[in-house]
């Protein structure tokens, strides 16, 4: 059984850090690993994903140069560091296993998610 662990949201001001992690267990596929973000009233949305058998990251355009996402395979953890955050990124972070890049209804397994809010 697949089972995915979100932790560190939190509420931070604008400018500030986070790092989310994401523990798994269960899991051993080699396609993408991603997370994304969702707030209320709007389409869950990709974030950032890594292709775990390269270890190759994609990330959106608001997010590049800000947000970088890696993957420790020996501790079982997907981490997304979060720098320079504004407002906008405030919202409910999940982490996703086994899909393709940003296609959110491709992934088979989920965690609960973190909510991280950023002040202005």
């Known amino acids: 059984q697949v089972q995915l662990v979100e932790s560190g949201g939190d509420s931070v001001q604008a400018g500030g850090s986070l790092r989310l992690s994401c523990v798994y267990s269960g899991y051993a596929g080699d396609r993408y690993m991603g997370w994304f973000r969702q707030v209320p009233g709007k389409e869950r949305e990709g974030v950032a994903a890594?292709?775990?058998?390269?270890?190759?990251?994609i990330y959106i355009n608001p997010v590049k140069g800000r947000f970088t996402v890696s993957q420790d395979k020996a501790k079982n953890t997907l981490y997304l560091e979060m720098n320079s955050l504004k407002p906008d990124d405030t919202a409910l972070y999940y982490c996703a296993a086994d899909g393709v890049g940003f296609a959110h209804w491709s992934y088979k397994y989920w965690g609960l998610g973190t909510q991280v809010t950023v002040s202005s």
């Open positions: 890594i292709y775990t058998e390269s270890g190759l990251p």
